[in-house]
RNA sequence: GGGGAGAUACCCAAGUGGCCAAAGGGAGCAGACUGUAAAUCUGUUGGCAACUGCCUUCGGAGGUUCGAAUCCUCCUCUCCCCA
């Protein structure tokens, strides 16, 4: 059994490690780690799950997670990353996400545990209150300026000419560092972890602690975890993809990693799944042998559905992909089970009488938002890339009638290989 | 304050009186080939109508001309150099 730290290793979650001790006083220690989220969306997306899950080794291993929800953090603004000044949310948007992220978080970890059951805290619960003099004086009197700006995230807009730095995201460091002392004072949590980014702010909290006479402290941080292609992970056409089922259905997220690239999978594998090191092995084997079964894909697309949205969603996702890539036209179906599989697709609603006197593919195209114009929607038809309910159709004045309809009031249209779009006709 | 350069379609960028709905590249969208991968190749990317037709578009407003993205005037904005 190795390390924990080597296994995080080998799985491809290290970028930097605070001190290289780590390793041996998680031997003879147990913990706690700490991951902070900021709540500046309604919901997490899978680029999150990486801290999420790296909290879930550490449970694994006996370390207690604790998930820091930024509703203090989240009001300032982290400069890491980001190179103009962010404008605040407001503060009831700020509290809907922290809780819709706080409910998110505790899909994944394990609260009941005895020995290291999950923490899940809001940094606003100790710093909201904290008078401002008495921060400067207890926590600012740590910090040395010309370290601050030292900090990569903080030059960076201090060398940007036009666009500088306002007091409030230059002083956010300090609060992030304040966090984590915090927690070591609460709870004796040793740890943080985070992207890549969150480096200066790791290493300001291990300063600090250090100066307020605490204990050692260590940060690890993850690398930026970018596709073969060159993109940021978990944008799927530009959308993110949301661990909140309703912003992003199952079968959306079981897509985008059932289509991930070869020089990817087996790296997502060992990042988003909990498979051993010998079955990612396999199925690497697999993938170099025979690719086109992509085995390893599958594997991938089912471990995260299941984590993320159990397995019902993965059923669902499943018998989606069955409908979709199934290459049968899609005929005599009931409306129910077609709003079932296609709960993500984007959709238009229009009169039922349309289909009386018939409508030609083109206009049905614009009518229902699909095509931009006629043009457009000319140029695809014609160039054999639209089909009504998986059949394809390369005649623009096509005659669209009530026999198209897929179920009693729903005719699928699609472009290429995977743009699906629904027509509901209502009465 | 003085001087110079520039603003073209989703982005970069050619075009400097008619042959310009506007080269080329990127990106997008489709097709072929495939494994729902990658790479490659092909087509396509203002609107309407559809056998060569019409309308809108080249920072904004005017003007010159039979005719302008292209020339002139004013305005707005961006960049550079000198104070």
Redesign the pocket.
Known sequence: MPSLIKNLEERGFIYQISDPDLDTFLETNNTSCYAGFDPSAGSLTIGHLIPIIGLMHMQNSGNRPIAVVGGATGMIGDPSGKDQERSLLSIETLRQNEAAVKKQLSKFLDFDSKTCGALLVNNYDWTGNYKYLDFLRDIGKHFSVNAMIAKESVKIRLESR?QGISYTEFSYQILQAYDFHHLWKTYGCRIQIGGSDQWGNITAGIDLNRRLGGEQLYGITFPLIMT??GKKIGKS?GNAIWLDENLTKPYVL??YF????????VRFLKLYTFLSMKDINDLEKC?EHE????E???VL?QEVTKLVHGERGLRAAESA??V??GDEPIKNFDDDTLKAIFAETPSAWLPRNILTSGITL?ELC?VSGFC?????????I??????CNNV?ITE?DFMITKDQLASKSILIL??????YFLIHLKD
């Open positions: 036009d073969a292609d056409e079981y897509q059932i289509q991930a690239d070869d020089r990817d999978v993938l690719p086109e079964k992509r390893a894909q599958k697309a992909t069955r979709l890539f083109v614009v931009k114009s006629k043009g457009e929607a000319r140029r695809l014609t160039s054999g890339g639209l089909y394809r623009p699609r472009s290429g290989k995977k743009r």
